[in-house]
């Protein structure tokens, strides 16, 4: 059996990463931000396609299940400010970690609000199962439907289910298969596009007359501001 971390080297995983990327295309063209967080499964090296994204911090699941990369911590304990990246891209990170429904509400704190995740995962009952358990039985399979339920605990709601992959394993990503609508479900993986609910606000009162003064509002004393 070998290594979890050298599946994702090998000539079929490497072209599934890259059709998985290259789908991606339409979604990031449109994504714009200060920040941006993508999760890999090991350290591959791998570009995004254009976005708008200002820095886009990256780190990859180590040997221990911990996170690496741009920082180093446990993936339930993100040490990044709340609502602070636009744009959130686990790509088959979730399947390597111990307790995903942890890092998924992590991935929830520090997503902003109408912030975009995109979530890669393979298809627990698809055409690649046999190949990724003769390889790498450590994986952890999960289905978009389970995702999709874990986001919206977190409010975090499902925007579409989407089916990049490819059907078989093979070594080149620009493989044309067909048809497409009626075969990719079950093929090697699903992406998850979801969107973080808009905050909510607490409506100002409007005054009862344009005559009436507005009153500077006063703390009670020993009363404390909360800070956002």
């Excluded at 339409?26 to 820095?55: E, F, K, M, W």
């Excluded at 990369?69 to 993100?78: E, R, Y």
């Excluded at 709601?157 to 490819?166: A, Y």
Aim: with cysteine; aromatic share 6%; net charge positive.
């Amino acid at each position: 059996m070998a290594e979890v971390a050298d599946v994702y080297t090998s000539a079929p995983m490497r072209a599934l990463l890259a059709r998985e990327t290259a789908a991606l295309a339409p979604i990031l063209s449109g994504a714009y931000g200060n920040y941006g967080l993508i999760l890999r499964p090991c350290q591959v090296s791998a570009d995004l396609p254009p976005h708008l994204l200002g820095t886009i911090a990256e780190m990859h699941v180590d040997a221990h299940g911990m996170l690496a990369g741009s920082v180093q911590c446990a993936p339930w304990q993100l040490p990044f400010a709340s609502e602070s990246f636009k744009l959130l891209i686990a790509q088959h990170a979730l399947e390597r970690i111990v307790d995903g429904s942890d890092c998924i509400a992590e991935l929830a704190r520090v997503l902003a609000p109408e912030g975009i995740a995109l979530v890669l995962g393979f298809n627990p009952y698809g055409t690649w199962r046999p190949w990724l358990l003769r390889r790498a039985s450590g994986l952890r399979l999960g289905s978009a439907q389970t995702c999709s339920a874990q986001f919206a605990r977190e409010r975090i709601d499902t925007l579409q289910v989407r089916f990049p992959g490819l059907m078989w394993p093979r070594a080149q990503a620009n493989v044309v298969e067909t048809p497409v609508s009626r075969l990719a479900r079950f093929g090697s993986s699903w992406l998850l596009i979801a969107r973080k609910r808009r905050s909510a606000l607490t409506p100002i009162r409007p005054r009862a007359s344009a005559r009436d003064p507005a009153r500077t509002p006063q703390l009670a004393p020993g009363a404390r501001r909360n800070v956002a």
